[in-house]
């Protein structure tokens, strides 16, 4: 008898079996399409594709950078443009721009002129302003008096680089007739130790040295640069005039502070017997100096009508970074209140050790090398252990 159809259509896992004859062959599966290389699953019970229950997975494409493109071009760009072609599109863009400009604002000067019914004069100027004159030629027109600009120094040369170029455009805008002594103190030892800082001093050494070609002074800070063109340096004929006043420095603001930049003649600065050689380190010899303008009998003048105020200058000085000789030695803390009445410009002791004629940034200066003499019987703080 035949086979009834109930066992001919029996499956085969139900009388316990396994028949692969029934299962597909191996051949006739679907091989799996293979990761690109970068993609990294863990675990093994990620699903495999079977033919017929899902569809063919996506087909993985290339990145733009394959085809010799860049990842750093934009998706608008060709694929075949390189970096080195987008540089030198953008040097050509810019060239072309600065090419516009040029003509264009020459061409903007003509014809402002022919819209006048005049004549351009000569060769059209470009739009750019002129960069400032660094090389400004005195002229007697400017008036008769002659400014030396006093400024005590040491090792600021950040600084220096700074001031000079700044002050020759500033006086030299002002039409003021002038030439910048900077006032190097050499460092020297004595018996083992270090001079210390004398600004005092060095400004008697420097009014000494400025000769007959000027005939008045600006004792002048080196880290603070005037930043308003209102203000005067012309000669102080009625007196001593206080550029750096109270109102307008941006550290200090008391009543008798007379330092940081104060213009004299010639003639006032004798009759105070210039300034105490006695103070060896930072700070006073401006205080006792305002003693010294009082005691001659001169009135000391300041600006007016400058409504800057604290923003009048700039102050270069970092505390941070350069410290203060502020230390009072011995009995240096009492004699620094007292009123010296014999020493000044007529006892200052020095030597020049050079002079050399230099430009900063296009700005003549003269820097004179000096060594000051320290009296250990008069002044035993004036040296550094």
């Known amino acids: 008898m035949f086979p009834s159809r109930r066992k001919a259509a029996q499956l085969p896992w139900e009388d316990g079996r396994w028949d692969i004859s029934s299962c597909p062959s191996p051949r006739s599966l679907p091989r799996p399409q293979q990761e690109p290389r970068g993609r990294i699953y863990r675990g093994s019970s990620l699903p495999r594709p079977i033919a017929g229950l899902a569809s063919a997975p996506p087909q993985w ?111 030299s805008k002002k039409k003021i007739q002038h030439h910048i002594y900077v006032l190097n103190q050499v460092d020297h030892f004595s018996f083992g130790a270090l001079h210390r800082f004398n600004r005092a001093a060095l400004i008697n050494a420097g009014f000494l040295e400025s000769g007959n070609s000027t005939d008045y002074i600006a004792m002048h800070d080196v880290d603070l640069l005037p930043l308003n063109e209102e203000l005067d340096y012309g000669f102080p004929e009625a007196g001593p005039f206080h550029v ?81 000789d502020q230390k009072r030695i011995a009995a240096q803390k009492q004699e620094q209140f007292k009123v010296d009445r014999e020493g000044g410009l007529s006892t200052v002791k020095y030597r020049v050790d050079s002079r050399t004629a230099l430009s900063v940034g296009g700005a003549p200066c003269t820097v004179l090398n000096i060594l000051l003499d320290c009296d250990k019987a008069a002044t035993p703080w004036c040296t550094f252990s």
Not at 87 to 94: I, K, M, N, Q
Not at 128 to 145: C, L, N, Q, V, Y
């Open 61 to 171: 494409k290339p990145p733009p950078h394959d085809n010799g493109g860049s990842r750093l071009i934009p998706s608008g760009l060709p694929r075949k443009c390189s970096v080195f072609h987008l540089f030198v599109g953008c040097l050509l863009l810019g060239f072309l721009s600065l090419l516009w400009l040029q003509l264009s604002c020459s061409g903007d000067v003509a014809w402002a002129a022919r819209g006048q019914g005049q004549e351009a004069p000569g060769p059209s100027r470009a739009c750019p302003p002129e960069p400032p004159r660094e090389h400004w030629e005195e002229d007697e027109s400017w008036g008769p008096h002659r400014l030396a600009v006093l400024v005590p120094f040491r090792e600021r040369f950040e600084e220096l680089l700074v001031f000079v170029p700044h002050m020759h455009r500033f006086l």
């Open 244 to 324: 750096a006043s109270p109102e307008l420095h941006p550290l200090y603001h008391y009543k008798t502070y007379v330092g940081g930049i104060l213009l004299l003649s010639k003639q006032h600065y004798q009759l105070c017997n210039g300034m105490s050689n006695r103070f060896w380190g930072w700070g006073r010899e401006d205080d006792e100096f305002y003693r010294r303008i009082k005691g001659a009998g001169l009135q000391l003048f300041r600006p007016s009508g400058i409504t800057t105020g604290y923003k009048t200058f700039r102050h270069l000085h970092d505390p941070a970074w350069r410290k203060r």
